[in-house]
Structure formats: structure tokens, C-alpha cells
């Protein structure tokens, strides 16, 4: 999300606020500097999340290319790390997670900045529904000539994409709050590569690991395979690598327009 923020999650977080405003007291059990340790906890958490993790699971751990943390029955029934923790460490390279070799104080404030997450969020609900149901006119605040010329223009949508081809109706697919996330977020693309053999032979399949000591690939004969990373060549693909790149690119109204004309596409 770098330097901007979804509208829809400003106002989430404005809602947020008021609820925590008028409820999150720390439980009257625990003392008060123990309240203040898993507060700073949560806050050296938030820093790693959001370089390691955000990428994938969005800035509040709502989810994006990686799934919602706040919704993950895995995430909900963790007890101290015991469950996230082998996730993060040990990741999931099959499903597109990286392990993270990180500590294991690391990874608890990790775990403490996800569980803050939820108490928010669990707060927000009682507010009123989950933000599935934001009508459209309430996120899209652009206009539409703008997100269209930005379309057209300086963000290179048309390179790729046309919306009378695969975007066409693209606003009947997904609710507003699901279209907003999947055109800053898009999946289901995986990163391919190609590894070259000494010998000159040649690999190709879905990438799985590339981590400097190993490549793995999920080869398009069906088969595993993995290299040294030393003894091979590889060309990697990515065809999301322009969705990464517009995420730094975005201005706040760059974002609102783009939606606001992505919804006109019904
Ligand atoms: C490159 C993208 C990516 C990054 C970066 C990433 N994840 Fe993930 N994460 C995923 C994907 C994809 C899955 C789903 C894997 C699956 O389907 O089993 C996942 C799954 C998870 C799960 C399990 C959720 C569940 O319900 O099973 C947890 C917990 C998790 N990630 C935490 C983290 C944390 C913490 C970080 C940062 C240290 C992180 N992830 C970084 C992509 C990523
Ligand atoms: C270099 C190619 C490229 C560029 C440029 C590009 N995209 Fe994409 N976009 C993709 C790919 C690949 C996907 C994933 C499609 C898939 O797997 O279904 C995608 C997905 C999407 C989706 C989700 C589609 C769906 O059905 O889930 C939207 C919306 C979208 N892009 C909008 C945009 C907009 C708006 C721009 C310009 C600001 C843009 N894209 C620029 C390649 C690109």
C-alpha cells in the first residue's frame, strides 16, 4: 500500500478509532505494565509486518495476494506463536509464501501485532457489518473521466488489459470493496521461470523457490525439480511485477479515479 492508503480502509480505521475510543480497555486482570509490554510488542510487530509481510498481506493484515489474517481460522487459533510461528519460519514455498528466517522474538511480536489487529477489527464488527456491504459510491470518490484518461494514459492499464476484453464487467464480478483490493492486489498470476542447465537443457514451470542457495520449480512436465542456484541460469517472469511497480507509482487520486472508473465497468 506504501505511501497511500485504500479509501476503504480509511474508513475502516476511522471506525476503528471510535471503537477503540470507546472499548478497548486491556483486560482488567492483567497489570498495566503487561498491558504496555504487548503494546510495544505490537508496535516493533507492526514495523516487521509491514516490511516482510505487507506486501502479500496488506499493511493491516486484511489480506491481498497472501490471504486475510484477521478472517484465518489458522491466525484465530494461535496461542503464542504456536501456529504462525512454523508458517512464517518454515513458509508455505508451495502456496507462494517465502519462509522468513527470523527470530524468535521476532516472531512474536509478529504474532502480537496480528492479535492487535484483530481486537480492532473484532471491536469494529460490533459497529456494524463487515465492510463487504460498502456501497459503491461511498469508496469511489474519484471521477471517472480522470481514471480513464490515468487508464488510457500514464498507468499503462491498456498494455495489458482492455475493458471491453478481460476487464469487461470486471464491477459485476467483484463487490466493491473486493474490486478495490483486487485491481491494487491482483492474483492468481504466478511468477514462471525458466532454468538453464550447464548442459544447455531447459526448464520451465511455475517458480517456487528462489532464495539464492536454491531454485525449485514446479516444471511444466509435472514434475519438482530443484538446482543449486550457483550451478544454473534462470529467467525469472513475473507478470504482476507491473502491479508491484504501480503501487509506488499511485497518488491518493490516482487510486480514487482508477476505481471510481473501474466500477463504471459493469
Ligand atoms: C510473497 C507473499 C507473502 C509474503 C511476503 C508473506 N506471506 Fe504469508 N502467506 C502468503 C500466502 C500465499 C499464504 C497462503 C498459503 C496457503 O494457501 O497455504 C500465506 C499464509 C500465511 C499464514 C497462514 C494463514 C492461514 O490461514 O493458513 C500466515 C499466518 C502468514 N501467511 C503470515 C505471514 C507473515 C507473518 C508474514 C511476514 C513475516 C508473511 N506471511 C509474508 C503469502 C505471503
Ligand atoms: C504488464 C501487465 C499489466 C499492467 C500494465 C497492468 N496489469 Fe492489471 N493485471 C495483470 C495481470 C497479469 C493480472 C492478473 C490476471 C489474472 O491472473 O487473472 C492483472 C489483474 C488485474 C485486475 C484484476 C482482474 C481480475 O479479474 O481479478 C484488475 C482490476 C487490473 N489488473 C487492473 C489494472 C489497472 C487499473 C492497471 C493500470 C493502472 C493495470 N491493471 C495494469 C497485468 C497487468
Known sequence: MKKSALILLAILSSVMVLAAQQGAQPPARAGA???????????????????????????????????????????RHDKGGDLIGPVVT??????????????????????????????????????????????????????VEAGKAYFEGPGGCTKCHSVTGDLAGIAKKYNPPDLEVRFLYPSGSPTTAVVTLPSGKKFEG???????????????????????????????????????????KYTDADMHNLFTYLVTLK
Not at 516490511?51 to 502479500?56: F, I, L, S, V
Not at 507462494?96 to 471491536?123: E, R
Not at 511455475?206 to 519438482?224: E, H, P, R, S
Open 206 to 248: 511455475t517458480l517456487l523457490l528462489n532464495d539464492g542457495f536454491y531454485v525449485a520449480i514446479n516444471g511444466k512436465d509435472g514434475w519438482y525439480h530443484s538446482w543449486p542456484r550457483s550451478a544454473v541460469k534462470v529467467e525469472v517472469t513475473d507478470p504482476l511485477a507491473a502491479h508491484a511497480e504501480l503501487l509506488q
Open 90 to 143: 518454515g513458509g508455505r514455498a508451495d502456496k507462494g509464501m517465502p519462509p522468513f528466517p527470523l527470530a524468535d522474538s521476532q516472531v512474536a511480536d509478529l504474532v502480537a501485532f496480528v492479535q492487535a489487529q484483530i481486537t480492532l477489527f473484532d471491536l469494529h464488527t460490533r459497529f456494524g457489518p463487515y465492510p463487504n456491504d460498502i456501497p459503491a459510491e461511498r469508496l469511489a470518490t474519484g471521477t
Open 33 to 75: 505494565s503487561e498491558a504496555a509490554a504487548q503494546a510495544a510488542a505490537a508496535e516493533r510487530g507492526r514495523a516487521l509486518f509491514k516490511q516482510n509481510c505487507a506486501a502479500c498481506h496488506a499493511d493491516d493484515a486484511t489480506g491481498g495476494r497472501g490471504p486475510d489474517l484477521i478472517r484465518s481460522s489458522l491466525v
